[in-house]
């Protein structure tokens, strides 16, 4: 494999990242290598994140053509991540362009899976995904995203929270631009009773696969929410498409705060 890494950028990103990391699901190496390089990946999301400190920046490169698991919760504490998709001059795929319709089973795959024993778990309390807290920020461009199977009859939902989850929040923003999202029995976008905040909350040329049980948006609280979306869809499981105001308004359980919804307007 070539050493080169192909950037597509409007812009150049690196110049506000304090970290850039390498992962490949396949080659990498969580314990010997420090993930900088791209001759040198991490194997886990998880070991990147985890390796810096509070306040970061940072930017994660996933291959393409791999599925990149989540085995165990991923705590961001004031933290932005950006991930892209890692492309070398093997791939024979080139740069994505950002004005057209080019979402893609060959991106890279992130899925949330577990190693917990789900008859001896807490119902209704486990998450393993992605854990926001104060001010942290995801943002995934041409990346997929995957929730598993997971849904317990006996308790009518499933006993993971989310592939992300709110547990502190004063304001917070989530973006996926040019994704695949299949949410299966597990909610894309938990938020828990957690007090005061503003969620914001993006989707570009995106498309949204519900298959299971799991929810677009858990709302527990209806905490403030501002959502937009642009050339991007909902559909269900049967091929209906479902628009996202409707989407919104099945995640409602408590009160009945407005959501602020722009959906696939031309800017």
């Known amino acids: 494999m070539t050493d080169t890494v192909i950037r597509c950028f409007q812009y150049n990103i690196l110049d506000f990242m304090d ?20 001759s040198l990946p991490f194997k886990t999301i998880k070991r990147a994140i985890d390796y810096v400190p509070s306040g970061s920046k940072i930017l994660i490169y996933l291959r393409v053509n791999q599925d990149h698991f989540i085995e165990e919760d991923i705590i961001l504490k004031n933290k932005t991540i950006y991930f892209r998709l890692w492309l070398t001059s093997d791939d024979n795929i080139g740069c994505i362009s950002y004005n ?19 008859t001896n778990d807490d119902p209704g309390n486990i998450s393993t995904g992605f854990i926001l807290l104060n001010k ?9 995203i995957t929730t598993p199977f997971l849904y317990d009859s006996s308790l009518n939902k499933s006993k993971y929270q989310g592939f992300i989850k709110y547990e502190e929040l004063s304001e917070g923003s989530i973006q996926f ?3 695949i999202i299949t949410i ?7 938020i828990p009773n957690i007090g005061s905040g503003l969620i914001q909350y993006a989707m570009m040329n995106s498309k949204v696969l519900i298959n299971g049980q799991g929810n677009f948006i858990n709302n527990i609280d209806n905490l403030p929410l501002i959502f937009f ?18 989407l919104m308004n099945l995640n409602r359980t408590i009160n009945n705060r407005p959501v602020n919804l722009l959906s696939n307007l031309i800017l």
Request: charged share 20%; net charge negative.
């Open 19 to 38: 970290y850039v990391f390498y992962i490949d699901a396949v080659q990498g190496d969580d314990t010997n290598n420090l993930g900088i390089r791209s």
């Open 184 to 190: 299966n029995d597990i909610d894309l976008l938990n």
């Open 177 to 179: 631009k040019n994704s």
């Open 136 to 144: 942290s920020q995801l943002f995934f461009d041409n990346v997929n």
């Open 229 to 246: 979306s642009k050339l991007s869809q909902a559909v269900a499981s049967d091929g209906t498409v479902i628009d996202f105001s409707t």
């Open 100 to 118: 057209e319709n080019n979402r893609s089973p060959n991106f890279p795959t992130i899925k949330n899976v577990s190693k917990l024993d789900l």
